[in-house]
């Protein structure tokens, strides 16, 4: 039974949440070229329409309904639960994180795909790969239980390290990887592509660390002290991890390089969502400086693959919250886990996980737009390209 307290809780962290919505608008929009950036904007409000919906219509129930084996949801269709506000509460703040997984995938492709391309992977996403990987590790969550087949075997995933950003950063590089390059990226004149506005950008990153205490503190589910080391360490992993980019754009470029740091910082708070309950401080600081640094070459090793992720999508979300998982087993106190596992078996489930997500998210992400793309080609022209999408994809005015 949740008090009115607890109610009122997740209901406020469900409005931050929603404000790392208008986060990555602001960071996508502005990391790209100005021509672009009325489209990165529209696409970001409107996958999150599109995945409310879907999520209400069979998400949920996919997620969070009677289980069939751990696997998937069978109940719960067409959620309309008015009598209890508990459920309903619960429902938006589960709502509002399907968002959040959705629209990871739209910087990685940004500046290069078409807008009803984009509404077919945003469906994609929001009511098949994302409900089940988050049955398989969350279900039973709003009442304590371990009904998805990797929970039930211990896995630990607080606040979607895995269900949430690596499972968007997969299917961000799947649809990197069939949609190929932005033109000049990677030709022999090729050269990093500036995004117009890196004020807008930052703006973005602050936005998103701001939301991100919703984030990790709403899936405590209720009102606890609990709550202090929570954003403390939600705090410390952020700013870890862009100290680490900001070191290593130093070292390596010899002057800082804003979009390396904001990165890292992103990085370092996607880290520290799987643990931040149960880690101290001091590994908060070290779970987000490494996953700083992780984001940092990953971002290098998708440029020497000639991979194009418009706003680091990948490095981010994917990489950062691979890190995040296996630090869980690596860097967290047995003791806290509530699983009876040891740190080597803890590691092997963690490792499980990650594996789960990679064939899941990127597997069926990968095959799943391959087909869109067969039959509805997702690449604009390359003439819109060169126009720019806020004029060529849909109705924005010319002189944006």
């Not at 039973?140 to 990797?150: K, N, Y």
């Not at 996607?270 to 400086?289: E, R, Y």
Request: with cysteine.
């Amino acid at each position: 039974m949740h008090s009115l307290q607890d109610i009122i809780w997740v209901l406020t962290c469900s409005a931050l949440v929603l404000v790392m919505q208008g986060g990555f608008c602001c960071l996508e929009s502005g990391m790209v070229r100005y021509k672009n950036s009325a489209n990165i904007t529209m696409k970001n409000f409107v996958d999150f329409c599109i995945s409310s919906l879907t999520f209400w219509l069979f998400g949920f129930a996919i997620m969070f309904g009677s289980s069939f084996h751990g696997l998937i949801g069978t109940t719960g269709f067409f959620f309309n639960n008015t009598e209890d506000a508990w459920p309903l509460a619960f429902f938006l703040f589960q709502l509002i994180f399907c968002g959040t997984a959705t629209t990871i995938v739209s910087g990685a492709v940004a500046e290069r795909m078409k807008f009803f391309g984009y509404f077919a992977i945003a469906i994609i996403i929001s009511s098949l790969i994302y409900p089940i990987i988050g049955h398989w590790v969350w279900d039973g969550l709003a009442t304590g239980s371990r009904d998805g087949w990797l929970a039930s075997q211990g896995f630990i995933d607080f606040a979607g390290a895995t269900v949430v950003h690596s499972t968007g950063g997969w299917v961000a590089l799947a649809g990197a990887v069939i949609i190929g390059p932005r033109i000049g990226r990677f030709n022999k004149e090729g050269k990093p592509i500036s995004g117009h506005s890196l004020p807008m950008a930052t703006l973005g990153v602050f936005l998103l660390w701001f939301g991100w205490f919703g984030f990790n503190g709403g899936n405590i589910l209720t009102v606890s002290d609990k709550i202090a080391l929570i954003f403390t360490n939600t705090a410390l992993a952020g700013a870890a991890g862009g100290i680490a980019a900001y070191l290593l754009s130093w070292k390596v470029h010899k002057m800082p390089i804003v979009s390396f740091i904001t990165n890292g910082c992103l990085a370092g708070l996607v880290g520290i969502t799987a643990s931040c309950n149960i880690m101290s401080p001091a590994s908060a600081v070290l779970v987000g400086g490494i996953a700083g640094a992780i984001c940092f070459c990953a971002t290098i090793i998708l440029e020497i693959l000639e991979i194009d992720d418009a706003v680091g999508a990948f490095p981010v979300h994917c990489c950062g919250g691979i890190w995040g998982t296996l630090a869980v087993a690596l860097l967290g106190n047995p003791e806290t886990w509530n699983t009876g596992l040891g740190r080597l078996d803890q590691f092997i489930v963690q490792l499980k996980g990650v594996g789960a997500c990679f064939v899941w998210a990127f597997g069926l992400g990968y095959l799943l737009i391959w087909m869109v793309n067969r039959y509805i080609p997702l690449r604009v022209d390359p003439l819109e390209e060169e126009i720019g999408l806020s004029i060529s994809d849909y109705t924005a005015d010319a002189d944006q």
